[in-house]
């Protein structure tokens, strides 16, 4: 049995080198009797509702045969749609003849087409969507006889709107690029909102914009922006984004329409490389580049405290706070901007955040321990102390911030600040004090008495501060003091 074997399996042996040294010698290829034909569509960047699409549609030879077909039709058809959607096709044939169908239809290129063996023909389709999802469209090639040539299917979302970005080449780390966001949409809609967000990369990106009044609106990551806008459609309207990436890398940004309900009605992304900031000279006036976007991105979160939610500006300001420690700030930039940020809370409208800003500016400055009241910083002549964790400043700095008066007793070592109805009497070394408001008078004891430091008379800070109706908030960001005036309560 293993002998018969042997002798078939060198047979067949034989017998496929023979063949093979056949076609080898003749040199000639036998070609399949017909060719055979594919189907390659090519869609937009972008499908949305009640627009005319340009879908171009190309068949061509996938493997050559002897010849081709005659008798040509195409035929189209639409196997799924979103519930009652429908596709509308339009076409020119080789006689310039608009050939138009909805959802199902035949296409002739020419009566009595004839389909060549070798054949690369692209047909530009126009194509309307009438409701937003999921379409699946068919193309099919049949010859005179009904013989189906070729087939292909291909699916396609379509949206109620979408978005387009123009974005700039190299774009460099820390610095602020505009890109361009345009929302395209044939549909009308009333008090939508755009939702937007990094949706991939290892920096932060900080979006920034204005509205019509010229008002600027600053986040970090994400954000929402517009929250009234309405959209008549036709609607085709480009919106400048100020864009700062805090590191190079690959990011991802999407936008989103948004109704109310945070329905999204429309959606885009765009991917966006991001380079390493270019060497500069230390001595060029460029130089400012690796932070100046940021501190841009910081006073407009400064500046825009009523249109803009609280927790993701505070957020915002936090990173942004971080982000500019870690480019190395210079001490021109740290003292600029600390300056900006001086004025924005001189209006005694600083909120927390504001405070905390301040407080990390001042650190960056090697200083610590800085009084603000009633929004103005308060200029000591001699730098405050730490005792029994109480801050101790010279008093008649603070008095005078405050808007009271002030008596020095030498003989009595004693100090009376008075403001209004209210006096405070402080003796130094003694553990406390009397508070006198509309003449009832009441002992307070002290935490720290107060004391004489470089030929200054230094007195407890929060103590004196709240004896005169102020509230003291401490931050741990510089160990900033805030004092504010509390508010009279109208009868």
């Known amino acids: 049995m293993k002998k018969i074997l042997a002798v078939i399996m060198t047979l067949v042996f034989l017998l496929g080198t023979v063949t093979t040294a056949m ?15 594919e189907f390659n569509f090519q869609l ?73 063996a ?16 999921t379409y699946t469209i068919n193309f099919k090639a049949y010859d005179g006889a009904n013989y189906k040539i070729a087939e292909a299917s291909q699916q396609i979302a379509v949206a109620n709107g979408a978005f387009i970005f123009t974005v700039p080449s190299n774009i460099i780390a820390a610095e602020e690029k505009t890109i361009n966001v345009t929302l395209v949409t044939e549909q009308d809609y009333s008090n939508v909102h755009y939702a937007f967000l990094k949706t991939a990369g290892a920096g932060d990106v900080i979006f920034k914009t204005k509205d019509v009044a010229n008002t600027w609106y600053t986040f970090t990551n994400s954000g929402i922006w517009t929250n009234d806008l309405n959209v008549t459609g036709p609607y085709n309207v480009s919106t400048p984004w100020n864009l700062t990436f805090s590191q190079a890398g690959t990011y991802t940004i999407s936008f989103r329409l948004e109704s109310q309900t945070n329905e999204i009605l429309a959606q885009g992304s765009q991917e966006i490389i991001v380079k390493e900031a270019a060497e500069v000279d230390e001595d060029d006036d460029d130089r400012l580049g690796k932070t100046h976007g940021l501190l841009n991105a910081l006073r407009n ?56 800003a301040l407080g990390k500016m001042h650190e960056l400055r090697g200083e610590k321990l800085c ?63 009397t508070i006198d408001k509309n003449g009832v008078k009441t002992t307070v004891t002290l935490d720290v008495s107060a004391k004489l430091y470089k030929n200054r008379t230094m007195v407890p800070l929060r103590f004196l501060a709240e004896a005169l109706d102020t509230t003291v908030d401490y931050y741990p960001e510089g160990a900033l003091v805030v004092i504010k005036t509390k508010a009279v309560k109208q009868i």
């Open 118 to 133: 070798v054949y690369n023909t692209t047909t530009n389709w126009t194509m309307n969507f009438s409701k937003a999802g």
């Open 44 to 116: 937009p960047n972008y499908i949305i509702t009640e627009k005319d699409t340009n879908v171009a549609v190309t068949f061509n030879t996938l493997v050559l045969g002897a010849g081709g077909y005659t008798n040509i039709r195409y035929e189209i058809s639409t196997s799924t749609a979103p519930d009652s959607g429908t596709v509308t096709f339009i076409a020119k044939d080789n006689a310039n003849q608009t050939i138009t169908f909805s959802n199902n239809g035949v296409f002739t290129p020419a009566a009595n087409f004839t389909l060549p």
């Open 371 to 433: 009084t603000y009241a009633n929004g103005k910083r308060v200029e000591y002549d001699t730098e405050p102390i730490v005792e029994n964790e109480r801050t101790l400043v010279p008093f008649r700095k603070i008095a005078e911030a405050l808007g009271a008066e002030v008596q020095w007793i030498a003989a009595e070592k004693k100090i009376i600040v008075t403001k209004g109805t209210t006096s405070v009497t402080i003796i130094l070394g003694e553990g406390t004090a």
């Open 301 to 356: 979160h400064l500046k825009d405290k009523k249109n803009t939610n609280e927790k993701v500006r505070a957020n915002s300001i936090t990173r942004l706070m971080e982000l500019l420690q870690q480019r190395n700030m210079t001490l021109a930039e740290i003292n600029a901007a600390l300056g900006e940020l001086q004025t924005a809370v001189a209006a005694n409208d600083g909120t927390a955040d504001d405070f905390r």
């Open 23 to 37: 076609a080898t010698n003749s040199g000639t290829t036998v070609l399949p009797e017909k060719s055979t034909y």
